[in-house]
């Protein structure tokens, strides 16, 4: 199994995190408040500097109201 960070797949995940960030209307700095995380959380995470953990990615998905299990979903191809 070829290594994820930074894949095409893995792209697509942190690029579906960010327009969902922005679709709803949030900045970085927000989202960060909404999760008690320092801003650049967000950004090292949306830059592909730091890996999520499954926790983590549930609870960002819980702060943008967003179902996680179709963001799974959309990268299984």
């Given amino acids: 199994m070829p ?11 942190l690029a579906r995190l ?14 960060a408040d909404k999760l008690g995380r320092p801003q650049s959380f967000v950004a090292k995470y949306e ?9 983590e990615f549930l ?3 819980a702060a943008l109201d967003a179902d996680p299990c ?7 191809s």
């Fill in 47 to 55: 830059g592909g500097e730091r890996r999520l953990d499954v926790i």
């Fill in 3 to 13: 290594k994820s960070l930074r894949s095409p797949r893995h792209q697509r995940f």
């Fill in 59 to 61: 609870d960002i998905t």
């Fill in 18 to 31: 960010v327009l969902l960030r922005k679709a709803k209307g949030l900045t970085q700095k927000q989202l």
């Fill in 70 to 76: 179709e963001i799974l979903s959309s990268l299984r």
